[in-house]
């Protein structure tokens, strides 16, 4: 544990990309083959499920402090992070301990999770009581499920790729599913990550495992430049971007698996894709988006519409899903990529081939939940342009542009090809900040948190009021943001633990990829991935934006 917390340290306090790639090649050759185990987990985003209800880590550790509940709140507000605050309030340890990461996530902290209440206070306070104070704060990050520090799953892969002398892309390949939130990684299962290449591995004809996503950067450059930067649309498949899931549909050996691009195997979650697999031929690996999709019953298979992800947010976390819910909101893969043909690895042929292949396999299916990803055609890019103006009405976030001759890489790699990603411009309404809650690591100290709201009436309505619709912490600068956090000092009207009710002075536009109507919201409206795109100084509080306004930006 001592070890795994000195790396922590050691990457949170570095910027550099080369001081970082060598702490983490020096702590894998270093460390016990269980303890690297799990140091890879965390550190390439794998999660446990939640260990400790939050509300009785809060009571315990104010208990153990001698704080009373106000004190330890506004230590919290100040620190802005839990785990930090908890590690630095504790008494100092009367214990001590020699164990290793692996040691005290399977001995220790695996087993809180169910543990009694009366039994969790003891075993929590017996921990807290062995750990050095440089400890604490990665042993509480583990619990909150807050661990986060400065490393990239690439350059994880790359420190493996060093360690094991292996090709950086066998070593991504070995790591999907890797981080499963069930997962829990065994010294052997390290040494699987940097062993030599078997000819078994080779030939993957039994494995359900996946490829690595291929990844596709955003291109925002104005129309009258494409032509200059990406050569005529000929040389480009281009098609619609799917607001869905992004995943792979394995079968091997006659079993199916899907993969979702955050690594979780999602295969009993659309058992309609899972029979369909089944009818795959052996050795097909597809990757496309899982989408719902609606067509009337006589509609041929491949022609319908694909709903917004709102509906797919319905099936996603349902424990169970009934036959009813099956029906009325159905799932489809639509299909973009063929990676694996006949137990034969394509990612190495030129993008146009894969898709001819595909088509020919898509159309021998003939199965109502495979479908091909239309492609779209132009004689120029003003000609897509125009077709792209359609995107929002079938919602859809844009397009992709993918080079006829591109390889299929490794993450968002440039050098065996290129997807590009032209979304359209996000939709946008001018928005009051009503509350605002302090920020984590370098924005610990500042106020960069917000929700915000619109008005729930026009402005002759009588005794209208802000409705909050939505939270944001990206897009304002260092800068703007430090503006807006002495505004929130001085206009605070009340606070509720970490969060401030300020006085509703200042408004931002606010930009989303979609919307759809909610059931969960006061304001009766949910949008996807709400971000800051600039500060309305201009503009008063009483011309931002209403409930109307949103509502119209409803698709039809």
Same mark, same amino acid.
């Given at each position: 544990?001592?070890?795994?917390?000195?790396?922590?340290?050691?990457?949170?306090?570095?910027?550099?990309?080369?001081?970082?790639?060598?702490?983490?090649?020096?702590?894998?050759?270093?460390?016990?083959?269980?303890?690297?185990?799990?140091?890879?987990?965390?550190?390439?985003?794998?999660?446990?499920?939640?260990?400790?209800?939050?509300?009785?880590?809060?009571?315990?550790?104010?208990?153990?402090?001698?704080?009373?509940?106000?004190?330890?709140?506004?230590?919290?507000?100040?620190?802005?992070?839990?785990?930090?605050?908890?590690?630095?309030?504790?008494?100092?340890?009367?214990?001590?301990?020699?164990?290793?990461?692996?040691?005290?996530?399977?001995?220790? /902290?695996? *087993?809180?999770?169910?543990?009694?209440? #009366?039994?969790?206070? +003891?075993?929590? @306070? %017996? =921990?807290?009581?062995?750990? $050095?104070?440089?400890?604490?704060?990665?042993?509480?990050?583990?619990?909150?499920?807050?661990?986060?520090?400065?490393?990239?799953?690439?350059?994880?892969?790359?420190?493996?790729?060093?360690?094991?002398?292996?090709?950086?892309?066998?070593?991504?390949?070995?790591?999907?599913?890797?981080?499963?939130?069930?997962?829990?990684?065994?010294?052997?299962?390290?040494?699987?990550?940097?062993?030599?290449?078997?000819?078994?591995?080779?030939?993957?004809?039994?494995?359900?495992?996946?490829?690595?996503?291929?990844?596709?950067?955003?291109?925002?450059?104005?129309?009258?430049?494409?032509?200059?930067? /990406?050569? *005529?649309?000929?040389?480009?498949?281009? #098609?619609?971007?799917? +607001?869905?899931? @992004? %995943? =792979?549909?394995?079968?091997? $050996?006659?079993?199916?698996?899907?993969?979702?691009?955050?690594?979780?195997?999602?295969?009993?979650?659309?058992?309609?894709?899972?029979?369909?697999?089944?009818?795959?031929?052996?050795?097909?690996?597809?990757?496309?988006?899982?989408?719902?999709?609606?067509?009337?019953?006589?509609?041929?298979?491949?022609?319908?519409?694909?709903?917004?992800?709102?509906?797919?947010?319905?099936?996603?976390?349902?424990?169970?899903?009934?036959?009813?819910?099956?029906?009325?909101?159905?799932?489809?893969?639509?299909?973009?990529?063929?990676?694996?043909?006949?137990?034969?690895?394509?990612?190495?042929?030129?993008?146009?081939?894969?898709?001819?292949?595909?088509?020919?396999?898509?159309?021998?299916?003939?199965?109502?939940?495979?479908?091909?990803?239309?492609?779209?055609?132009?004689?120029?890019?003003?000609?897509?342009?125009?077709?792209?103006?359609?995107?929002?009405?079938?919602?859809?976030?844009?397009?992709?542009?993918?080079?006829?001759?591109?390889?299929?890489?490794?993450?968002?790699?440039?050098?065996?090809?290129?997807?590009?990603?032209?979304?359209?411009?996000?939709?946008?309404?001018?928005?009051?900040?009503?509350?605002?809650?302090?920020?984590?690591?370098?924005?610990?100290?500042?106020?960069?948190?917000?929700?915000?709201?619109?008005?729930?009436?026009?402005?002759?309505?009588?005794?209208?009021?802000?409705?909050?619709?939505?939270?944001?912490?990206?897009?304002?600068?260092?800068?703007?943001?430090?503006?807006?956090?002495?505004?929130?000092?001085?206009?605070?009207?009340?606070?509720?633990?970490?969060?401030?009710?300020?006085?509703?002075?200042?408004?931002?536009?606010?930009?989303?990829?979609?919307?759809?109507?909610?059931?969960?919201?006061?304001?009766?409206?949910?949008?996807?991935?709400?971000?800051?795109?600039?500060?309305?100084?201009?503009?008063?509080?009483?011309?931002?934006?209403?409930?109307?306004?949103?509502?119209?930006?409803?698709?039809?």
């Amino acid at each position: 544990m001592k070890q795994f917390a000195a790396l922590y340290r050691e990457l949170d306090a570095s910027t550099s990309s080369l001081a970082k790639q060598a702490a983490l090649q020096r702590y894998l050759l270093s460390a016990a083959p269980a303890d690297a185990a799990w140091t890879v987990y965390f550190l390439a985003g794998g999660k446990p499920r939640q260990l400790v209800p939050t509300k009785l880590l809060r009571l315990l550790a104010q208990e153990a402090a001698g704080l009373p509940e106000w004190l330890f709140v506004e230590s919290y507000e100040a620190v802005g992070d839990l785990a930090e605050t908890i590690s630095l309030l504790l008494p100092s340890p009367t214990d001590a301990h020699d164990l290793g990461l692996a040691v005290w996530v399977e001995k220790h /902290l695996l *087993p809180l999770r169910g543990m009694a209440p #009366e039994q969790l206070s +003891d075993a929590l @306070r %017996a =921990q807290w009581r062995r750990l $050095a104070p440089e400890e604490r704060l990665v042993y509480f990050k583990l619990i909150t499920g807050g661990f986060r520090v400065g490393v990239s799953r690439l350059q994880v892969t790359q420190a493996l790729s060093a360690v094991g002398a292996l090709d950086p892309k066998r070593v991504a390949q070995r790591l999907m599913g890797y981080t499963h939130i069930a997962g829990q990684p065994t010294a052997a299962d390290y040494a699987a990550l940097i062993a030599p290449e078997s000819s078994g591995e080779l030939d993957q004809q039994t494995s359900g495992q996946p490829y690595p996503f291929f990844l596709a950067h955003p291109f925002n450059l104005p129309l009258e430049q494409f032509d200059a930067a /990406l050569g *005529p649309p000929s040389q480009w498949l281009v #098609e619609w971007k799917w +607001d869905g899931i @992004r %995943a =792979q549909l394995v079968k091997r $050996a006659g079993r199916v698996w899907l993969w979702s691009r955050g690594e979780e195997l999602v295969t009993e979650r659309f058992p309609e894709l899972a029979q369909m697999g089944e009818t795959l031929p052996d050795g097909t690996v597809l990757d496309g988006e899982v989408v719902v999709w609606r067509r009337d019953s006589t509609s041929p298979i491949g022609e319908g519409r694909v709903q917004p992800f709102a509906e797919l947010q319905k099936r996603i976390g349902r424990k169970t899903l009934s036959p009813k819910l099956l029906r009325e909101i159905p799932a489809v893969l639509l299909a973009y990529d063929l990676l694996e043909w006949e137990g034969r690895d394509l990612r190495a042929l030129p993008q146009a081939e894969r898709r001819v292949l595909l088509d020919d396999l898509l159309a021998a299916a003939q199965h109502p939940s495979l479908v091909a990803s239309p492609m779209l055609h132009g004689e120029s890019w003003q000609d897509l342009a125009r077709q792209r103006e359609a995107a929002r009405s079938m919602g859809v976030e844009g397009m992709m542009l993918k080079q006829r001759e591109a390889h299929y890489g490794v993450g968002r790699t440039k050098d065996v090809g290129l997807w590009w990603k032209w979304k359209i411009d996000p939709l946008s309404v001018d928005a009051v900040l009503v509350y605002a809650q302090r920020g984590h690591g370098r924005r610990a100290s500042l106020y960069s948190d917000y929700t915000f709201a619109v008005w729930d009436g026009p402005p002759e309505a009588p005794e209208r009021r802000l409705v909050p619709f939505a939270k944001a912490y990206s897009g304002l600068t260092d800068a703007e943001m430090a503006r807006v956090d002495a505004v929130i000092k001085k206009t605070t009207i009340e606070s509720f633990g970490p969060v401030r009710s300020v006085e509703p002075t200042l408004v931002f536009e606010l930009g989303f990829e979609g919307i759809a109507r909610s059931t969960r919201h006061k304001s009766g409206i949910a949008v996807r991935f709400p971000r800051m795109l600039r500060w309305r100084e201009d503009k008063p509080v009483e011309e931002a934006d209403t409930l109307q306004t949103l509502a119209a930006l409803l698709p039809a």
